[in-house]
T-cell receptor, first 113, second 109 residues
Framework: DAGVIQSPRHEVTEMGQEVTLRCKPI?????LFWYRQTMMRGLELLIY????????DSGMPEDRFSAKMPNASFSTLKIQPSEPRDSAVYFC???????????FGPGTRLTVL | SQQGEEDPQALSIQEGENATMNCSYK?????LQWYRQNSGRGLVHLIL?????REKHSGRLRVTLDTSKKSSSLLITASRAADTASYFC?????????FGAGTTVTVRA
């Protein structure tokens, strides 16, 4: 298995631009998570999908952030408009059931200038 | 919000030595998990210990859990240069993992 796939690996954009991060979970996993990692706040859960349905989006910072999971093999996290404080590494993770080990992707390093 | 807190924040050891790091948490948990993160990479799951377990082994890893003290420890025996990484404990309550700030381990050759 290729593991969790994220793209792009690096993204540099200017403040105000729209950013879309992509994730392909491991086939057969029914749970998908988006996390954000910063030095100041560590790893934070942004949103959790189960069977393609958003279950918990309480970690989404504000309305500028949105996430979708149109099918079991694809999810996006969109930031519009982006701000410098959104600069972070964004991880996607998937798990078989949601309550067991999570498999993380390599992350997308986002820099907003 | 971070529930688990690792101690120490950083650890430097010689290859072949053991490394021990601790994790304390505040509220009751279902399970506690340990993850490793190499620089610039995603997290890799190491071990999951359930709330009714006290000790678990996986290769050179040994994890203990004391629910009465709300603490866990991760021991890496006979460390190798490849063990250089950050180690995170994560408490879970159903699907939600709460990660600590991590312990950065450097293994010197």
């Amino acid at each position: 298995d290729a593991g969790v796939i994220q793209s792009p690996r690096h993204e540099v954009t200017e403040m105000g631009q729209e950013v879309t991060l992509r994730c392909k979970p491991i086939s057969g996993h029914n749970s998908l998570f988006w996390y954000r990692q910063t030095m100041m706040r560590g790893l934070e859960l942004l949103i959790y999908f189960n069977n393609n349905v958003p279950i918990d989006d309480s970690g989404m910072p504000e309305d500028r952030f949105s996430a979708k999971m149109p099918n079991a093999s694809f999810s996006t996290l969109k930031i519009q408009p982006s701000e410098p404080r959104d600069s972070a590494v964004y991880f996607c993770a998937s798990s078989h059931t949601g309550v067991d080990e999570q498999f993380f992707g390599p992350g997308t390093r986002l820099t907003v200038l | 919000s971070q529930q688990g807190e690792e101690d120490p924040q950083a650890l430097s050891i010689q290859e072949g030595e053991n490394a021990t790091m601790n994790c304390s948490y505040k509220t009751s948990i279902n399970n506690l998990q340990w993850y490793r993160q190499n620089s610039g990479r995603g997290l890799v799951h190491l071990i999951l210990i359930r709330s009714n377990e006290r000790e678990k082994h996986s290769g050179r890893l040994r994890v203990t859990l004391d629910t009465s003290k709300k603490s866990s420890s991760l021991l890496i025996t006979a460390s190798r240069a490849a063990d250089t990484a950050s180690y995170f404990c994560a408490t879970d309550n159903d699907y939600k993992l709460s990660f600590g700030a991590g312990t950065t381990v450097t293994v010197r050759a």
